[in-house]
């Protein structure tokens, strides 16, 4: 009844294809109604209209001047502008209105002015996708081209026998080298120059500390036996 009167004016804000994601449009949709309903209520009460939320819709019926608010309001909150911010400016803009020394003055120095904040979110790693090849990959060697690139094939088992055994005596003879060596490395003198003068003053120091404990230990071991001796006395003489 409202809607067929002269004054009242209607518009249906079609909401659902501003945003692609469907969590996006939920979550967009849910910060324009509020906790409780409380933003979709202050947004009423300044533009002056009745706003329903239903759907992919908002529908809003008032004057011309609030519905063109409203609207801006809705576009604005599913461009990810928190609807807050309108709603701050509309506060202020009322109070302005009340005063009629303002009537022909610029309002841009009452209005806030809100700067965009890049919040770093996490960036989703894309999976590169393998390239396929054109060709098929290349087929693996059989033992016979093997054999045949080495030579091996056109020889006779003998031959083949008298190459093995001499690998393998390359083999042992640089092994049989590295043991040697290894060996040898016990028998070498300690290197002279300064990495042996700082071995021999630690050594001398390991001396010198293992000579100072037994002698603390021997003075302890005299001065528990003492006393020891002295009752021995006292008691012969009783």
């Not at 979550?27 to 409780?36: A, I």
């Not at 329903?52 to 990810?80: A, H, P, Y």
């Not at 100072?212 to 302890?220: E, P, S, T, Y």
Request: aromatic share 4%.
């Amino acid at each position: 009844q409202k809607v067929l009167e002269d004054e009242t004016n209607c518009d249906i804000i079609k909401i659902g294809g501003m945003v692609h994601s469907k969590e996006r449009f939920v979550k967009r949709r849910q910060r324009l109604v509020g906790p409780n309903g409380s933003t979709l209520k202050a947004i009423e009460l300044l533009t002056n209209c009745f706003v329903l939320v239903q759907g992919q819709t908002v529908s809003v019926m008032g004057t011309i001047k609030g519905i063109k608010q409203v609207r801006r309001i809705i576009e604005d909150c599913f461009k990810n502008i928190h609807p807050i911010y309108h709603i701050k400016e509309l506060m202020i803009r009322r109070e302005l209105e009340k005063d009629p020394e303002l009537k022909d003055e610029n309002w841009d120095r009452f209005l806030p002015h809100f700067k965009k904040r890049n919040v770093q979110r996490k960036k989703s790693k894309v999976k590169k996708k393998k390239e396929k090849d054109v060709f098929p990959p290349q087929q693996m060697p059989r033992k016979e081209d093997l054999l045949m690139e080495s030579g091996e094939y056109f020889l006779n088992e003998q031959e083949r026998e008298q190459r093995k055994k001499i690998e393998r005596r390359e083999q042992q003879t640089v092994k049989s080298a590295e043991r040697r060596r290894d060996r040898a490395k016990v028998f070498e003198p300690p290197s002279s120059g300064a990495d042996g003068a700082k071995a021999s003053k630690g050594k001398k120091r390991e001396a010198e500390e293992g000579a100072q404990d037994m002698a603390k230990r021997l003075v302890d071991k005299a001065t528990a036996t003492k006393p020891k001796k002295s009752k021995a006395a006292s008691d012969l003489l009783l």
